[in-house]
């Protein structure tokens, strides 16, 4: 296959988008055509199954939200470096693991620290 | 390009004094946690105990002259790194016993003191073996956030809280310039290790990195112009951890500002040099002026410390070995003098919980030792003769006189003239003034040992310091081929454009 | 291909754009942000320049400065919601206590 022949390969993706793009906006701008408008107090309001409104929805989180998400963040950037680690895991071999046992230890310990002064309890 | 990831025994023995500490500092935070009812301060013996353990390691690797590099040149151990690290090392341990009595001031969090303290440390030992872009960016940033904690440490203090904010975002942005100048060299030269980076032309995105490489340290150790963080967050900081901040990572720091200028910028040492001096001139004067109007014993101190570390950019900006050396002995007054008189600071403050000069008034009277102390520390600090500060200054001026430096000679001794006012302003505070409330102070044993082991390392290093000028000539023989002032007329790039 | 200068270029308004942020704006959270533009705007530079020289360092530098990056999210926030506590306020102009 000759290279000037790849986009054309493409050209059945570009229709594809076209139409879907096409056809949401044709739905969307009949319906605002076609459907009547009448608007009042009770329609506008946020839909909360039924029930009325009680308190706007910017409320303050409790102090443990932030350290939960604190906790996330530490923990969660840590995949970072075992993502090139499982990649080469069979050309790092054994030392590798060791390396990232050490690694996923010190981890372990910041984690237990965490549980035991109750960072995970929630209330 | 692909790491291989080859380590042997003997590549892992480079690496034991870090590895004990990390495993000691696991230990510290699991006992502080695991045993809830264990007495704190046997938190503070426990981690003596082990940075004694590191210690005695690397006084081992010091005399076998045991060094390598490890990681693809990322880390290093030579005499330097070794240097460092002991003085890093023994910083700590001076410093974790003059908190002993301050901790127990703290409502919360008192075991995790220790392990940030601890943690720090280690950052800081890592920062002297940094010999690549990479690991001075990570070990910056690994010892600066255990000090972004322990700042703010005083939860209830808003000094304390403010300190740290200043401290946390002059801190990072100062990071931010640091990892964008890396990105920069980068760009330029394709690599990070030190000794690879020693391009031959001056390019602006060389230039420009480099010199947000150097904004970032300046921040690190409180040059002028880069000094805006120092006097806040000394005052607001616990104590202690003042006392830490004001030295351990400027030693750290000029680990990597030696090893940046010496080894990878030698090309360009016309050009530094002005940078140098032009920072260090500042430093010095701004510092000293500015002190002689403070009112609190710990922001008189901060401003000391910037004039301090003016006297210390010279050394660098002398450029040679003999600078080096200077360096790295001014570096050992400095810290037996300084951290010195903060245990006076901090043992005056756990007594009358105060750290305004005034309260100095009559310390005679109330403790002859302290205020005695006290009078060596603030002397060595002003360079008296018989006393460590002053070999520490007559070492700086005369690497500087061999390279021609005279308008910084000649600013630096202008500058001692100044600092003695304002050193002697509390020396006849505590001498000559009477107290306001003439009860006797007393201090605790592990506060006494801070203090004896800066009056022995302030009068051991001013009246016999062959020694430790052996040690230091020993640990930057690595740098005798530097280019002295005849030889260094290389192909001169301007330092802006090229 | 995309040339090298452009990536180069983005980086270099995102940066600046992080340095004007910490200087100009009062707010923590918003000076945090900043200073985690300047930081991506570091990860541009080095994706790009570890591209064209076909060598892996570049990359590495990233992978670190992203934990770098979440850790000074984690203290900063730390150390913010203790402000918070103390003066129901993250201007950084309310904190005056101190002389700047």
């Known amino acids: 296959m000759s290279n000037e022949a790849v986009p054309l390969n493409y050209v059945p993706i570009l229709v594809f988008l076209v139409v879907a793009v096409g056809f949401g906006l044709v739905t969307l701008l009949a319906g605002r055509v076609l459907r009547p408008s009448r608007p009042y107090k009770a329609k506008l309001k946020a839909y909360e199954s039924g029930s009325p409104l009680f308190s706007d929805a910017r409320l303050q989180f409790p102090i443990r939200y932030y350290i939960i998400a604190m906790l996330f963040v530490i923990f969660d950037v840590e995949i970072v470096f075992m993502f090139p680690w499982a990649v080469e895991f069979r050309k790092l071999g054994l030392l590798g693991l060791l390396e990232m046992g050490f690694f996923i230890g010190i981890l372990l310990v910041g984690f237990w620290y965490a549980w035991k002064k109750g960072a995970l309890e929630w209330d | 390009m ?28 699991t006992m502080d946690f695991a045993m809830p009812r264990l007495p704190k301060d046997r938190l503070a013996y426990l981690s003596v105990a082990g940075l004694a353990g590191v210690l005695a390691n690397l006084v081992w690797f010091d005399l076998a002259g045991i060094g390598g590099t490890l990681f693809a040149h990322m880390f290093v151990v030579d005499r330097l790194a ?10 700590t341990i001076l410093v974790i016993l ?46 600066t956030f255990g000090f972004y904690v322990l700042v703010a440490y005083l939860r209830d203090d808003v000094a304390s809280n403010e300190a740290g904010l200043k401290f946390f975002i002059l ?50 150790i409180g040059a002028v112009p880069f000094h805006s963080w120092i006097p806040d967050t000394y005052h607001g900081a616990p104590t202690p951890v003042t006392a830490f901040l004001s030295i351990a990572p400027k030693g750290a720091a000029f680990a990597i500002l ?56 010279i050394g660098l900006a002398a450029g040679t070995k003999m600078g080096g050396d200077a360096i790295l002995f001014y570096l050992l007054t400095y810290l037996f003098a300084n951290l010195g008189a903060f245990a006076i600071v901090i043992a005056v403050g756990n007594l009358i919980r105060s750290d305004e000069i005034e309260d100095y008034n009559g310390l005679n009277r109330r403790s002859p030792f302290l205020a005695f102390a006290m009078l060596v520390f603030l002397l060595s600090l002003a360079g008296v003769p018989p006393l460590a500060g002053f070999i520490g200054k007559l070492y700086i001026f005369l690497a500087a006189i061999d390279e021609g430096l005279y308008t910084l000679i000649a600013v630096g001794l202008i500058n001692i003239v100044i600092s003695m006012y304002y050193y002697l302003v509390v020396v006849k505070k505590m001498y000559i003034n009477e107290p ?53 007329a290389p192909t001169l790039v301007l330092p802006i454009g090229g | 291909m995309v040339p090298l200068s452009y990536y180069v270029i983005l980086s270099v308004i995102v940066f600046v754009t992080g340095v004007v942020g910490v200087l100009i704006r009062r707010n923590i959270i918003i000076i945090l942000l900043s200073v985690e533009l300047m930081l991506n705007a570091t990860n541009i530079n080095f994706v790009a320049y570890s591209y064209y020289f076909q060598n892996i360092t570049g990359q590495v530098f990233v992978f670190f400065a992203l934990t770098v990056a979440a850790a000074e999210v984690a203290v900063g926030l730390a150390i913010i919601i203790a402000l918070y506590r103390s003066k129901s306020s993250i201007n950084v102009d309310e904190f005056q206590l101190l002389k700047w």
């Open chain 2, 171 to 220: 801190g990072v942005f100062a990071a931010g310039l640091l990892a964008y100048g890396i990105s920069l060299v980068y760009g330029e030269t394709g690599k990070l290790v030190f000794s690879d980076i020693a391009s031959p032309s001056a390019t602006p995105g060389l230039v420009i990195g480099f010199l947000l490489i150097f904004a970032a340290l300046g921040f690190k």
């Open chain 2, 82 to 91: 070794v240097f460092f690290k002991i003085f890093i090392v023994g910083t």
């Open chain 2, 436 to 488: 306001t409330d003439p009860s006797p102070l007393t201090i605790s044993p592990p506060m006494k040992v801070v203090v004896y082991a800066g009056l022995a390392g302030t009068l051991f290093l001013g009246i016999y310091p062959q020694p430790a000028i052996n040690w230091v000539v020993a640990a930057t023989l690595m740098f005798s081929n530097l280019a002295g002032p005849a030889a260094a």
């Open chain 2, 98 to 143: 003059a908190s002993v009595d301050y901790v127990r001031r703290f409502r919360f969090f008192k075991g995790e003191y220790y392990f940030l303290v601890l943690m720090s440390a280690l950052g800081m030992m890592f920062m002297a073996s940094a010999n690549d872009l990479l690991s001075v960016f990570i070990t910056l940033e690994f010892s």
């Open chain 2, 2 to 29: 692909t790491f291989t990831l080859t380590l042997s025994g003997a590549d892992l023995l480079l690496l034991l004094p870090e590895m004990l500490l990390t495993v000691w500092l696991c230990v510290v935070l």
């Open chain 2, 258 to 313: 030696i090893r940046m200028f010496f080894v990878s910028l030698a090309a360009f040492k016309p050009a530094w040099v002005l940078l140098l001096v032009g920072a260090s001139i500042l430093s010095m004067t701004y510092g000293n002026i500015v002190a002689i109007a403070q009112r609190n014993i710990k922001r008189l101190l901060a401003y000391s410390g910037i004039a301090q570390i003016g006297n210390i950019l």
